[in-house]
């Protein structure tokens, strides 16, 4: 894969960081054809940002406080964005629901991954609330982001298997395994241009060239 056939990326996170970590290893082999070039985080202590130190990706935390409303914080984001030239916007753990300026400027270009399958157990919580439901199959979804929460067309789902003795942390980590492995095919699939977005529905095509 060769320098100028990657995507630049930026990957947004509040919490530990453990998808930004297997997909900046996915980067660093080579296995997907992207340059993380940013990490922005609105948590000064999110764990993601050490991560992205660990391993040389310039980062950014903007604090809600410090800005005079949301709109402004947004568009903060979408400037850090487009000035770092980023392609595609890739959530991971970002606890705030994305929208207004960044939602506008990088329409169609921003994707999410919820640890459960949609459109069952939207929201923060969705381990848990999967768990409490009773479902004996809950799984991963990574969509498009639009602006309703965890509503944007559908990109990939896989199956998770809930056992009887799961609790949050054993079933979350199930979903984690799923997730380190669905995430960066999804973005890999963006980035070569495979990924046509049909009202609500993403078709996969197979020769990006014969598509476009
Ligand atoms: C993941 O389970 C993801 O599905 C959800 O938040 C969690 C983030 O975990 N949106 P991490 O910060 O990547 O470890």
Redesign the pocket.
Known sequence: MSEDEKIRIAVL?????????AIARAAESGEIPVEIVLVISDNPDAY?LVRAKNHGIPTTCFLLTDFENRGAFDRAIAEALSAAGVELVV????MKLVGGEILSRFKNRIM????ALLPSFPGTH??RDALEYGVKVSG?TVHFVDEGLDTGPIILQEAVPVYEDDDEESL?QR??EV?YRLYPLAIKLFAQGRLRIEGRKVRIVQDANNMR
């Open positions: 996170a509040s919490g530990s960081g453990t998808n930004l970590e993601a959530l991971a753990g970002y999410n991954i919820h640890p969705a381990v991963v979350h979903i984690h997730e």
